[in-house]
């Protein structure tokens, strides 16, 4: 049996009230005045002799009635096998459908899975990953049944991975299910990179196994030269230093950001200390802000720079604001602060131009400003049916139910026991109401 | 009122006019009754005076008339030739059930039926006196008299405990001659006693008239649970579950009411045990006309 409100079960102490309402309410003799005492003879108290409990059936009736009503408020499911054979009977179905499947296609795959679903939802989802763990928290609220995950995807390789699996449910069952045959070959656009020569266009060519990376000059005439939208702010002995360092980053080029995007690289030192401390920043709500941001916190390169520098932004050239720390340099303080400053992102930096970072930290900015396309997506070789075989697994018999989960309880049933014993309590009361009265009947025709 | 339709006690209980009550209970009283319960009416002649046009030519002196040739009417002043004391326990023990106007305690029962009869026995002509409470009125007649008796009884809330052996003497003393002594009481007292003050009053030559005045819960005790009773006189508790000692109660109620009727058989007192659920009409009916029979 289970209790869905085990809490209540407490309140199985309210069984002593009747009982102790049947002992103390005989405790109180009500005052009565009388004209006279000499024909009354003293008798035992009733509360003294009920030391034995008279009227114990209808004392135990008052008792089951709040035991009954006491079990109904903890909501009992007690489980059959009968109960447990429809639970394994059934099926409820999460379906993970990948983007880039159509909704008729999905829709087919669904309804030709057998058996039908007792309940089921669909999850439209551009990762894997993001569908699964949606997926697997519905299934979790479901009521109890056989549980199934169905995925509908492309599933191409990389899209999903056994350790994104393995944060399924064991008792769960995965199915998969590939609608749609993959193409051989396919093309796309990656992104643009610029260089000393200028701004190129990268394509990236998938064909079977093999991929081919395509720089072509780019044909749009908007493009800018190799110059980076990233505006430099140092003081005249640096400037000569970072230029060679802009130089260095686009000589190995770099992925072009998009019109639009543009940054304010502030290189603070003793010269511009002052400066530095001038700048109000403001937090970084724009999304792509925040994404080059995030980007640069990754990118281990840079981090790994920054640990083996000894520079510092002290509080005398940290700026007003609101910023974020990029970088953290062996000194323990911050190398590289991020924040924003109007429509530019703003990156103010301690590290020596003449050190290994600046241009580290130059690459790491220009890329993080970038925008490119996702290869996964656009995967022409699909996990071999081999594998997703191995993957895939029946769902099993349920578990314990979760207590919020469950669809039905039997309370039901014992309300009515509850009203049945009140019905029962009732007519003993009036049966022994109508035996005291015979009793006064007839010995009221005897007095007379 | 017809006899049929007595009033009932409660409605009696919430009139405060204790003349009014007087009279609705006489009322339904007297109607069928053909002669008078209480003997001893007479008119006495006072003196003669001149006939004046329209005097009854019955009292016309016809002999006085033959010797005189003057007409003259004969005056009679109205006399009695009975006397009626009413004893009425004022105690407390009579202020049962307690608390409750509109309830008919045995005190304003027993209040009644003495206004009642103090009533009839005062229309017949004959004097009524009252002893209740601290009131004391000698046995006089007339109207303006009975007025005052029922005023006096009227105004007399029971209190404290009722020394019944004293009063009933005292009345008996007072009554100057052959009389009537009419006890209204639930004679919680020395039964010994009272029965021997009783018969010494019967044997000074009054007619002893006994209304003992119990209610009904007195009788059956019809309660069922632990009870503390309070004596209502002395004070006195007792705790008792009141369904257990039901039987005993009444076992002893009984034998005490028939000591009374027994008693009062044996000494030739008029017993009535009143209930006061039952309408004081019926109770006085059915006394007035045993004495008839």
Same mark, same amino acid.
């Given at each position: ?28 003799a ?12 003293p ?56 983007a ?14 057998e ?16 569908g ?6 519905w ?5 109890p049944?056989?549980?199934?995950l ?56 998938l ?44 000589a ?19 010269d ?9 920043v ?12 995030a ?23 940290l ?20 924040g ?88 003993l009361?009036r ?18 | ?9 409660? !409605? ?5 006019d ?7 209970? !006489? ?15 007479s ?19 016809w ?41 008919m ?32 009125l ?9 007025? #005052? ?8 809330a029971?209190a ?15 009554l ?22 009783l018969?010494?009053a ?6 002893? !008239? ?7 819960d007195?009788i ?14 002395s ?19 009984a ?19 009143? !209930? ?5 009409? #019926? ?11």
């Amino acid at each position: 049996m289970i209790w869905l409100n085990p809490v209540a079960l407490v309140a199985f102490v309210a069984i002593a009230a009747p009982i102790l309402i049947h002992i103390l309410a005989q405790r109180r003799a009500e005052r009565f005045v009388f004209p006279t005492l000499r024909f009354l003879r003293p008798t035992r108290l009733t509360s003294i002799r009920r030391h034995v409990l008279e009227d114990r059936l209808l004392l135990a009736v008052r008792s089951a009635i709040v035991a009954a009503a006491v079990a109904a408020v903890a909501g009992p499911v007690i489980v059959t096998p009968a109960r447990r054979d429809a639970w394994n009977r059934r099926i409820v179905r999460a379906v993970v459908v990948d983007a880039r499947v159509t909704a008729s296609d999905a829709s087919r795959a669904s309804a030709a899975r057998e058996p039908r679903a007792y309940r089921a939802a669909d999850f439209h989802v551009t990762t894997l990953v993001d569908g699964l763990r949606r997926a697997t928290d519905w299934l979790g609220q479901a009521p109890p049944a056989r549980r199934e995950l169905l995925i509908v995807a492309p599933l191409t390789i990389g899209s999903l991975s056994p350790s994104d699996l393995a944060a399924v449910p064991a008792d769960v069952g995965i199915a998969f299910e590939r609608p749609t045959s993959l193409p051989t070959l396919r093309t796309i656009r990656w992104g643009s990179v610029r260089s000393s020569g200028g701004t190129i266009d990268r394509q990236v060519r998938l064909d079977g196994v093999a991929t081919s990376v395509i720089d072509l000059p780019t044909r749009d005439r908007t493009a800018h030269t190799a110059a980076l939208p990233i505006e430099v702010v140092a003081s005249e002995r640096a400037n000569a230093l970072v230029d060679a360092a802009l130089t260095a980053v686009l000589a190995r080029r770099v992925w072009s950001p998009p019109p639009g995007r543009r940054a304010q690289f502030f290189v603070s030192d003793d010269d511009t200390a002052s400066l530095a401390r001038s700048i109000a920043v403001t937090a970084a709500l724009t999304p792509w802000m925040a994404e080059a941001i995030a980007r640069m916190i990754r990118d281990t390169d840079l981090q790994q720079a920054a640990a083996r520098t000894l520079e510092v932004l002290g509080d005398d050239r940290l700026p007003k604001g609101p910023w974020r720390t990029v970088a953290m340099s062996a000194a323990g303080g911050p190398l590289v602060v991020a924040g924003a400053s109007g429509d530019r992102l703003l990156v103010v930096s301690a590290a020596s131009p003449s050190s290994a970072v600046m241009p580290i930290l130059i690459r790491a900015l220009a890329n993080a400003m970038a925008e490119t396309s996702d290869l996964t997506q656009a995967e022409v070789l699909g996990i071999p049916d081999e594998q997703l075989n191995a993957w895939s697994r029946p769902a099993s018999a349920p578990a314990q139910p979760r207590l919020d989960a469950l669809d039905i309880d039997d309370r039901r049933w014992l309300w009515v026991v509850v009203l049945a014993l009140l019905g029962a309590e009732a007519w003993l009361r009036r049966s022994a109401r109508g035996r005291s009265t015979v009793v006064d009947v007839g010995e009221t025709v005897r007095v007379a | 009122m017809a006899i049929d339709a007595p009033c009932p006690p409660e !409605v009696l209980a919430s009139v405060g006019d204790l003349e009014l009550v007087a009279r609705i209970v !006489v009322e339904g009283l007297v109607s069928g009754l053909h002669r008078s319960p209480f003997h001893g009416y007479s008119a006495e002649f006072s003196q003669y005076r001149r006939y004046r046009p329209g005097d009854d030519l019955k009292y016309v002196d016809w002999k006085l008339l033959a010797r005189t040739d003057r007409v003259y009417t004969k005056q009679f002043r109205e006399t009695t030739n009975m006397a009626a004391s009413f004893v009425v326990d004022a105690s407390t023990s009579m202020d049962f059930p307690p608390g409750s106007i509109a309830a008919m305690t045995k005190f304003r029962y027993g209040v009644i039926i003495a206004a009642a009869l103090a009533h009839v026995v005062s229309g017949q002509g004959d004097a009524v006196g009252l002893v209740a409470g601290n009131v004391v009125l000698p046995a006089r007649g007339g109207r303006q008299h009975l007025r #005052r008796l029922l005023a006096s009884l009227a105004s007399i809330a029971p209190a404290g405990a009722w020394d019944g052996l004293d009063v009933v003497r005292g009345a008996a003393d007072r009554l100057s001659r052959r009389g009537l002594l009419i006890v209204v009481s639930d004679f919680y007292d020395d039964e010994e006693r009272m029965t021997t003050e009783l018969r010494r009053a019967q044997r000074m030559g009054h007619e002893v !008239v006994l209304f003992q005045v119990l209610t009904r819960d007195e009788i059956e005790l019809p309660y069922s649970r632990d009870l503390e009773f309070a004596d209502l006189e002395s004070g006195a508790r007792l705790a008792v579950n009141a369904a257990s000692a039901r039987r005993d109660y009444r076992d002893a109620v009984a034998d005490f009411l028939e000591r009374m009727r027994s008693r009062a058989l044996a000494e030739g007192f008029h017993y009535t045990l009143v !209930v006061t659920d039952t309408a004081p009409e #019926r109770a006085l009916r059915s006394f007035l006309l045993s004495r008839q029979a």
